[in-house]
């Protein structure tokens, strides 16, 4: 008995070793790389576009993402703002009558393309008055959606990376309990062996869970990506808002293997 429980402690240290040393690795990038991008994204974007636009002010980094955080909170904001941004620039604008009903996917996605046009005609406006050459105007916009477009794929990546590292994960927690299963059968008590089968059991369904999700996350963030590459119009603002919601999915997904791995 003393044995068997000998053995157990053995097997729990090896998986708290292997949680411990994959996850400690996995959170100092995720850490790293996002302070890479939010100083890039904050420093470097202003740095690099008042060099390439010497006549261009460096002006703070654009929160446009927040602000489409902040607005599936307050919907009706956000509705009454892209109805007074198109009613600006068309005098005839199509009706919006959506705090009646329930909002659609394709209305929602309508509703940030019309404020996407008039932030971008404000901002061109703004360049216009402030440089006063078309050439300077296209590199600052040019440098500023490169710099938003860097952030977000950072940001993306980063959630990427912690889903992959938790497939990997379960994949080594997975040999590891092949291993003791194999030499709990032939040596030790069957209880223990019981007990060692269905810790294998839960690590291998986590790693099935992991690998598909992983598996849907990569396809469906290349297949947004390369989407919103020909939505020129709306600029980053799809890219940003599927990667967002990717980027949730990847850490509940992340957070939901991890407890089930318990």
Do not use: W
């Not at 709306?234 to 949730?248: A, D, E, T, V, W």
Request: include cysteine; aromatic fraction near 24%; charge should be positive.
């Amino acid at each position: 008995m003393s044995q068997t429980f000998h053995y157990l402690s053995i097997y729990l240290s090896g998986s708290y070793h292997i949680y411990l040393s994959i996850y400690l690795s996995i959170y100092l990038s995720v850490c790293l790389s996002t302070c890479l991008s939010v100083s890039l994204f904050t420093y470097g974007g202003a740095d690099v576009s008042s060099r390439l636009c010497p006549q261009h002010q460096p002006r703070p980094p654009d929160m446009t993402p927040f602000v489409i955080v902040l607005a599936t909170v307050k919907m009706s904001q956000y509705v009454s703002l892209a109805e007074n941004g198109v009613k600006q620039r068309d005098p005839h604008p199509p009706p919006f009558a959506l705090r009646s009903h329930f909002l659609t996917v394709h209305q929602f996605l309508e509703i940030l393309a019309k404020i996407a046009q008039k932030k971008e005609y404000v901002m061109s406006k703004e360049r216009k008055k402030n440089d006063g050459k078309g050439g300077v105007k296209k590199n600052c916009r040019r440098v500023e959606k490169g710099f938003s477009s860097l952030f977000c794929l950072s940001f993306n990546f980063s959630f990427l990376f912690l889903l992959y590292s938790s497939v990997l994960l379960y994949f080594y927690l997975c040999f590891f309990d092949f291993l003791f299963l194999s030499f709990s059968f032939f040596f030790l008590s069957f209880p223990f062996f019981l007990l060692v089968f269905l810790f294998s059991v839960i690590h291998f369904l986590c790693f099935l869970l992991s690998f598909f999700l992983s598996f849907i996350s990569f396809h469906s963030f290349f297949l947004f990506f390369f989407l919103s590459l020909f939505l020129s119009v709306i600029h980053f603002l799809p890219f940003f808002l599927f990667s967002f919601f990717l980027s949730i999915i990847h850490f509940l997904s992340f957070l939901l293997s991890f407890f089930l791995s318990f």
